[in-house]
C-alpha cells in the first residue's frame, strides 16, 4: 500500500491543527455568570446526563478524527502496487478418435472423456480429429473453449445415434481403422513455423483413442507415426477403451499401443480406469518444461474502497451522533 | 461618577406609580417608626398608615381621615446588609446581574429611609473581608453606599454571609433595622444559630434575590453557563435535557420548601425578588409582611401574658 499524493496528510495534519488552534483562541465564547452550579450539577440525574454526554463527545472526537483521518488518506489516493507474471499457457493438445467399427461401442463414452477432458484444461489449445480408414480434422487447435464444447457435445450425439454426416470423410482409403495413419494426421495437425520445425515453445500432445484393431494397410504403421511424433515432439496419450490383449507379447495391439504412447513420452490409460481424465490432464500440465511465465508488470491500481468505507461509517456515526447531541 | 440613586430613583418612578410610593412611605413608617407615648401631631391619613393609628375623633371632626403621630423614641439606623461575594455578580432569575437587583433594593430601602429622616448604613463582604460603613444621613452617603455594592465583580472573593452575621452580632451594638440582601441563600446550621441571635438583638428582613434557572429550556440560541464560583461550565445541552431538568425543577421545589420552613422557623421576614422591576412590590411585601409578623408577635406575646 502506497499513498500517490502523500503530500496531502501533512496538509490535512497542518489544517485540523490551524482549525484547532483558531477553535481554541475564538473560545472565550459569551457565557451566562451563574452561581451555585453545584444545585444542578450534584443532581444524580445531571452526573448521569453529564456521563452520556462526555461519552458522546468522546465519541464523536474519535468519529470525527477517524473520518478526517480516512478522508485525507482516500484524497492521497492510496494505491495497491503488485507485480504480475502473466503466464502464458502454450500448450497444445489433439483428441484423436478413432472411429472404426470396432470401437463404435465405446465412441460415445470417449466423447464424454473428451468432454470432460476439455472441461479440465485452462489456457490449452485444444483441436480434434476423427479417423478411421481416412482422418478428418473436426475443428482445428483453438481456445475457443464454448466452440470446442460444442463440437464436442455434437461429436457425441452422433456417436450415441451412430449415422449422419458426422462419419463422412472417414472412408475415404482402402481398409478401416488405419490407426497409424489416424496418429499421423493427428500428428501432422499441429501448425509447424516456418521452417517446418515445431515451436519449441509449445508443448503438443495427442490424446489418441483407439483400441489398434488394424484393419487393411496404413501408409504409416503405428511404430512410424510414434518416430514422426518424436520427430515433432509430440507426445502420444493413448485411450484404450478394450483393452483385449492376452498376455504381454509384443504383437497384441495393447501392448504396442502402449509401446508407441510411452516411446513418444506419454502414458497409457483404459478408458474405465478411473484414473484416465485425471492423469492425462496430469502428464499434459507437466510440460512445464514448454510453458513460460512472461516478464513481470508492475500493476499500479487505486484503492479508495477502503478509506472512503471507513469514512461513511464514521459519517454516518457522526450524523447519527450529531442528531443526538443536539439537544 | 454616574448616579446610582438618580438611577435607582428614576427606576422607582418608572415602575411605580405615584400611590405605590405613598404606600410604600406609610408601610416604610408604620414597620421603622417607633412609637412612644408622646403625642406629636395629627397629620392626614396616607395608605400604608396603620388604621389603629387613626384618629376616630378627630377624623369625625375633621371630615377626612388623620392619624396620630407621635414623637420617635429615636433615630433608626437602618442596616443594610448585603453579600459582596462573586456569586452576587452572576446573573439573577431576570437575567441581570444580582448586583444590580441589590443596589437596586438597597437604594429603594435607603432612599425610603433617609425621606424618613433615618440613617442608613451598610456591611457588606466576602470570605475574606467585611466593610462596615456606619449609618449616617443624607443622599452622597447613600450614593457611597451603592457604590460600594456596585464594585461586586466576578473576580471578587466568595460568598460568606454567615461572616457578616457574625461580624453584625460581634461589632454593632444597639437596636438596627437590618436589611440582608442575598440570593438564595441556604442556611447551614452555623448561620441559622447567628441567624436567630440577629433576629433576637435586631429587627431582620432577608430580602432574597432568586438565582438564575441553571436548567434553562433552550430559546433559539444556547448559551453555555460558567460557575463563578467554581470556574466550571454547564453545558446548554445538558441544562436542556428534560430529565435533567425535571430533576432541578424537583430539587428547587424542595430546597425553596426548606428554605422557608427555615425563615419561619426563625420568624424573620423573608420576599423574594427576580428582577429590578419586581424589587418595589418585594420590598412592599417584605415590610408588610414583617409588619404583620410583628403584630402576630405582639399579640401573640399579650395574648400568652393574659393566659399566663
Redesign the interface.
Known sequence: MELSYWWILPLAAAAVGCAAWLSIRRRP?????????????A????Q???RQ?RTRLVLAAVLGAVFLAATATAAARPTHRSTVQPEIRNRDIVLCLDVSGSMTSTDAAIAAVFQKLAGEFDGERIGMVIFDSSSVQLFPLTDDYHYATEQLTQAKDALDSGAGSFFDGTWNGEGSSLIGDGLASCVQSFPDTADGSPDPRRSRSVVLATDNFLSGEPVFTLEEAGALAISKNVKVHALNPGDLDYGDQPDQPGVQLRATAERTGGTYFTLDSPEAVPGIVQKVQETEATSYRAAPQAVVADTPAWPLGIALLAGTGMLVLGWR??? | MPGLLRRVKSKMFIFAHRRTLTLLDGEYGSVFKGRSLDFDELRAYVPGDEVRDIDWKATARHGSPLVKRYVAVRRHSVLLLVDAG??????ALSGE??KDIAVHAAGVLGYLASRHGDNVGLLQGDTVASTYIPPRQGEEHLERLLQEIDAIA?DSPA?AIAEQLDYALKYLKGRLLIVVIA??FMPDPRAEALMRRLRARHEVLWLTIR??D??LE?GGR?????????G??????????A??R???AT??LH?GQQRDAIFRRLGIAEEQTTGSEDVLPAVFALLEKHRSGIRAARSAGKGGRSAG
Open positions: 465564547q459569551k457565557v451566562r455568570h451563574i452561581a451555585h452550579g453545584e444545585r444542578l450539577t443532581l444524580p440525574a445531571y448521569h446526563a453529564l454526554y447531541l443536539d439537544p | 462573586r456569586t452576587m455578580a452572576a446573573q446581574p444580582k466576578v460568598s440570593d438564595e438565582d438564575a441553571l436548567a433552550t444556547s448559551q453555555d453557563s460558567t460557575d463563578v464560583g467554581t466550571w461550565g454547564i453545558p446548554a445541552a445538558l441544562a436542556a435535557d430529565t435533567v425535571a430533576a432541578y430539587a428547587m430546597r
